[in-house]
C-alpha cells in the first residue's frame, strides 16, 4: 500500500519562499510510473490543481503560481518536491500531493501553508 507523505509547510511572509516535500512509502516505482501533482485547498474553497509532472518531465502550472512555482522530484528518493517562491496571502492552504488524475486512496494529511505578515 503506497502512502503519500507532504512536508516543510508553515508560516512565511509575503515574499518570502517555502519548499514541500512528498515522499512515497510503499513503493519504489511510484513517480516513475506516474504523472504526479501538487494540489491545494484553501478555506471555504475547493480543492486545486497547482502543479504536475509528468513521467518524461514535462511540468504544467496553473496560471496563478506560474513562473513562482517550481515541481520536481527525486525518484531515487521516491520524494516530489514543490518550490515555491514570492509568496502571496492567497497561496494559503493545505497542499497536497497525488497522482494525476488524483486517485482517492493517495490523498494524504496534507501541508498547511500559511503566508502571511
Known amino acids: 500500500q503506497v502512502q503519500l507523505v507532504e512536508s516543510g509547510g508553515g508560516l512565511v511572509q509575503p515574499g518570502g519562499s517555502l519548499s514541500l516535500s512528498c515522499a512515497a512509502s510503499?513503493?519504489?516505482?511510484?513517480?516513475?510510473?506516474?504523472?504526479v501533482a501538487w494540489y491545494r485547498q484553501a478555506p471555504g474553497k475547493e480543492r486545486e490543481l497547482v502543479a504536475r509532472?509528468?513521467?518524461?518531465?514535462?511540468?504544467t502550472y496553473a496560471d496563478s503560481v506560474k513562473d513562482r512555482f517550481t515541481i520536481s522530484k527525486d525518484s531515487t528518493k521516491r520524494t516530489v518536491y514543490l518550490q515555491m517562491n514570492s509568496l502571496r496571502p492567497e497561496d494559503t492552504a493545505v497542499y497536497y500531493c497525488?497522482?494525476?488524475?488524483?486517485?482517492?486512496?493517495?490523498w494524504g494529511q496534507g501541508n498547511q501553508v500559511t503566508v502571511s505578515s
Open positions: 497525488n497522482r494525476y488524475p488524483a486517485t482517492f486512496n493517495y
Open positions: 510503499g513503493s519504489i516505482f511510484f513517480f516513475s510510473r506516474y504523472t
Open positions: 509532472l509528468t513521467i518524461d518531465g514535462t511540468t
